[in-house]
T-cell receptor
Framework: TQLLEQSPQFLSIQEGENLTVYCNSS?????LQWYRQEPGEGPVLLVT?????EVKKLKRLTFQFGDARKDSSLHITAAQPGDTGLYLC???????????FGKGTKLTVNP | DAGVIQSPRHEVTEMGQEVTLRCKPI?????LFWYRQTMMRGLELLIY????????DSGMPEDRFSAKMPNASFSTLKIQPSEPRDSAVYFC??????????????FGDGTRLSIL
């Protein structure tokens, strides 16, 4: 069974700080996605990474896929209250549409 | 464009009752997923369909759970009989499967189910 471990589980920081959240597995994934979920809503896709070592940037968010395609990180620069939410990583094996989700990192950015 | 539509948004019922959750995927999407989210277990895949055919139901917890997709625009998840431990938020998601496995999944806003 493929599992994704996310850390930290909870993170509370002040506006303007930088942060990194991690997504780790002992399994290899063909691709990995990051989603953000706000209370009362479903997750929304932020990014998909496919190639080992790949780095993608989305404004103040930087996503990296590990060289061995077993882990990923999300770095947020100068966090803002609007970044508050649950960040979920999700991995796919092979050509399947099936996603395995981590339990998420709940981020709170205080003004 | 309309997103994934789920109904009801909230359901409160007594244990032993039958519960039916409904989902309308995004038009043109050919894969549909049912998930359950709890604090303890996170987001778990229950079952997914491709072109209306169930592909993987290994996440369905037990025989009390069943899911159908009679056509491309409608799916149901049924729990009969319901138990308190079924209380969770149930999400439906859809995607356009192009055979490469990297498509985003689009989620509905979920059904918050409480079994008393």
């Amino acid at each position: 069974t493929q599992l994704l471990e996310q850390s930290p589980q909870f993170l509370s920081i002040q506006e303007g700080e930088n942060l990194t959240v991690y997504c780790n597995s002992s399994s290899v994934f063909s691709s990995l996605q990051w989603y953000r979920q706000e209370p009362g809503e479903g997750p929304v896709l932020l990014v998909t990474v496919v190639t080992g070592g790949e780095v993608k940037k989305l404004k103040r968010l930087t996503f990296q896929f590990g060289d061995a395609r077993k882990d990923s990180s999300l770095h947020i620069t100068a966090a803002q209250p609007g970044d508050t939410g649950l960040y979920l990583c999700a991995g796919r094996g092979g050509g399947s549409e099936k996603l395995v989700f981590g339990k998420g990192t709940k981020l709170t950015v205080n003004p | 464009d309309a997103g994934v539509i789920q109904s009801p948004r909230h359901e409160v019922t007594e244990m032993g009752q039958e519960v039916t959750l409904r989902c309308k995927p995004i038009s043109g999407h050919n894969s549909l997923f049912w998930y359950r989210q709890t604090m303890m277990r996170g987001l778990e895949l229950l079952i997914y369909f491709n072109n209306n055919v169930p592909i993987d139901d290994s996440g369905m917890p037990e025989d009390r759970f069943s899911a159908k997709m009679p056509n491309a625009s409608f799916s149901t998840l049924k729990i009969q009989p319901s138990e308190p431990r079924d209380s969770a938020v149930y999400f439906c998601a859809s995607s356009r499967d192009r055979g490469v496995g990297n498509q985003p999944q689009h989620f509905g806003d979920g059904t918050r189910l409480s079994i008393l």
